[in-house]
Structure formats: C-alpha cells, structure tokens
C-alpha cells in the first residue's frame, strides 16, 4: 500500500462549481502538506503549502489538513477552464533522515469545462 | 529570476544505450532532488543532494542509475543500458535548504526508450 493516496479521477465538473480534492496518508512523520499543480508537459508548480491541522485560505483555494484523521484536501472554489490540470498532493517529514524529499499522491486530473 | 532548467527536453533512446540527464537549479539553492513520474507510478524521489553530496539515493531503482552534482550547482543524471520500463519523465526540483523551504521544480525530461 502507498503511504500517500489519492484518486486519480478523472474529474470532469462545469465551470463555476466547487472542486474537492482528497489524499489520505499512513505516515504520522509527515508535518508538511502541498499541493502542487501540473499542466500538460511542464513541471509541478506549487499551490499550496500548510504546516498544522486546519485551515489555509488563498484565493479561489482552501487547503485544508486533518493530521488525526490523515487526511488532507483541496477545495476550489469557482472554478475556470484554467484549473484544468493534474492536481499532486505532497507532504514530508520534519527533517533529519527524510532529508525534506516529497512523497506524492498520484495526482488527479482535473478538466473545467466551459 | 531563472527557475530550474532542465535539459533536454525530450529524449529518444534504444533500448541499451545510456543517456545524460542535466539539471541547473536556482541560483543559490543547496538542496537539489531527482523525481521519476510515470504513468500509474505518479511522482516518485530518486536522490537527494545537498552541495556535492548526495546523502540519500534511496529511490534509485536500480545500479544502472546514478547522479552527480558538481560546483554545488549543475546535476546530471546517468541512466546506463536503458530499459523500456525507464520511459518515463525526469523532474528536478531545487530549494534554498531542507525544512519548510519550498522545492521548485523544472519542466522535465521526457524520456523515451524504445
């Protein structure tokens, strides 16, 4: 079993609506939690990055992080043909021997149609 | 500023050559990380430097891979007598140390053995 998990989907919702997007994970020596976005044929690109339970507002974007459940997600709110992309989920440890390296869910592919 | 860039772009190879994989991080960052993404695999840590020195090539898969850093700043990734199952794209990410610090990532190789 992966120590992080998250349906790949595909996602298909019409512009304007909410998006959720989840990821569960084993390890309790994750302390941080992105998600990263990706468009076709380029590099992820950070979106959101949180530290603790709760949570983190920015925009359209609310990240949210339950450490006693394990779990974290992403919500976007009115979403635009823009936001279509694969969506990566990321988290790591404190520090010492996990040496900050990122363990990544499978990404979810997100399509907004107009 | 620049952000990570990573060359080539694409690559084409035969099945049992050995290909180069070149990385040149932001200025300035220390910490430098190889990640493999393939399909039904997602996003996966291959080794981790800091300076010249590579203190975790756990992700490795296997003897034929290895990576050097020199100067602390250009990375290069070696992939000898490739594989079909080594297909895949190869991501770069660098950041200013471990910790909090966010890893930037560049575009990638894409890589094809056939």
């Known amino acids: 079993q992966k120590e992080v998990e998250q349906d790949p989907g595909p996602l298909s919702v019409p512009e304007g609506a909410i998006v959720s997007l989840n990821c569960t994970y084993s390890?309790?020596?994750?302390?941080?939690f992105m998600w990263y976005r990706q468009y076709s044929r380029k590099g992820p690109e950070l979106l959101m990055y949180?530290?603790?339970?709760g949570n983190k507002e920015d925009g359209r974007f609310t990240a949210q992080v339950d450490k006693s459940s394990k779990y974290i997600s992403l919500f976007i709110r009115d979403s635009q043909p823009s936001d279509s992309a694969t969506y990566l989920c990321?988290?790591?440890?404190?520090?010492?021997?996990?040496?900050?390296?990122?363990?990544f869910g499978q990404g979810t592919i997100l399509t907004v149609h107009p | 500023g620049a952000g990570v860039s990573q060359s080539p772009s694409n690559k084409v190879t035969e099945k049992g050559k050995d290909v180069e994989l070149r990385c040149d991080p932001i200025?300035?960052?220390?910490?430098l990380y190889w990640y493999r993404q393939s399909l039904g695999q997602g996003l996966e840590f291959l080794i981790y430097?800091?300076?010249?020195?590579?203190?975790?090539k756990s992700g490795l898969p296997s003897d034929r891979f290895s990576a050097e850093r020199t100067g602390g700043s250009v990375s290069t990734l070696t992939i000898q007598r490739t594989q079909q199952e080594d297909s895949a794209v190869y991501l770069c990410?660098?950041?200013?140390?471990?910790?909090?610090?966010?890893?930037?990532f560049g575009a990638g190789t894409r890589l094809s053995v056939l």
């Open positions: 430097f800091q300076g010249n020195s590579a203190p975790d």
């Open positions: 990410a660098s950041t200013q140390a471990t910790g909090r610090n966010i890893q930037y």
């Open positions: 949180t530290y603790s339970s």
């Open positions: 390890n309790s020596a994750f302390q941080y």
């Open positions: 200025s300035g960052h220390t910490a």
């Open positions: 990321a988290m790591k440890g404190a520090g010492g021997t996990s040496y900050g390296k990122l363990t």
